[in-house]
């Protein structure tokens, strides 16, 4: 299967810093990379969809100014937690479609972030 | 949202077979079922998907009923590594966004 990274795997900030959050394809091109937030014990929350050279679009109640998402080649997009506040603290999970594979997502292995 | 419905937990003994059932009787013509699982802190793991024809792979088989309103995920022998949440998602052919449901809980048990 297509392999997705993401970097760093794990990040403690203090509360009120900015934190990025990389999403690779490794070995495919991905038109488009998808961020999800996992809270413990809870499924994954779809926050926004990044598509390669245009805005990303946010799903309902996802704040677009504090959750910045930048998708600039077809191999990476970031999110950008800025402020980050205690209850900002969660795994966030990448994931991509191949553009010759279009039907399947790979995902990530998520990044857990803790705001102290 | 979640167009799916499944048990939130269930057993199986290693080396048998699991089967984890899924319900989307909303189920439109164009929408594909989709299987992911994911094994604690990890991400998601694609497993298998189908339209209305059962599918089989390296992993599982998923059999998907002649009114496609459920299907079943079928791990032929389960082992301790097999311990994971999987989830069931229907999407449209060609659509985006993959929106996950609870899942369910699997545990193999030695």
């Known amino acids: 299967g297509a392999v997705v990274s993401q970097h760093p795997s794990r990040v403690i900030c203090k509360s009120g810093t900015s934190v990025k959050i990389e999403c690779r394809s490794l070995?495919?091109?991905?038109?488009?990379m998808f961020w999800y937030r996992q809270f413990p014990k809870q499924s994954l929350m779809l926050m926004a969809t990044?598509?390669?050279?245009?805005?990303?679009?946010?799903e309902q109640g996802v704040e677009k100014d504090k959750f910045l998402i930048n998708h600039a080649s077809l191999t990476l997009s970031t999110l950008t937690v800025t402020s980050a506040h205690p209850e900002d603290s969660s795994f966030y999970i990448c994931?991509?479609?191949?553009?010759?594979?279009?039907?399947?997502?790979?995902f990530g292995p998520g990044t857990r972030l803790l705001v102290l | 949202d979640a167009k799916t419905t499944q048990p939130p937990s269930m057993d199986c003994a290693e080396g048998r077979a699991a089967n984890l059932p899924c319900n989307h009787s909303?189920?439109?013509?164009?929408?594909?079922v989709y299987w992911y699982r994911q094994i604690h802190s990890q991400g998601p793991q694609y497993i298998i998907h189908?339209?209305?024809n059962n599918e089989t792979n390296e992993m599982a088989s998923l059999i998907i009923t002649e009114d496609r309103k459920s299907s079943t995920l079928i791990l032929p022998h389960a082992t301790l590594r097999d311990t994971a949440v999987y989830y069931c998602?229907?999407?449209?052919?060609?659509?985006?966004?993959?929106?996950f449901g609870t899942g369910t809980s699997l545990t193999v048990i030695p």
């Open positions: 990044s598509n390669e050279g245009s805005k990303a679009t946010y």
């Open positions: 998602i229907v999407r449209a052919r060609g659509g985006n966004q993959f929106y």
């Open positions: 909303t189920i439109s013509g164009n929408e594909y």
């Open positions: 070995d495919f091109q991905a038109t488009t």
């Open positions: 994931s991509a479609r191949r553009g010759a594979d279009q039907e399947t997502q790979y």
């Open positions: 189908g339209l209305k």
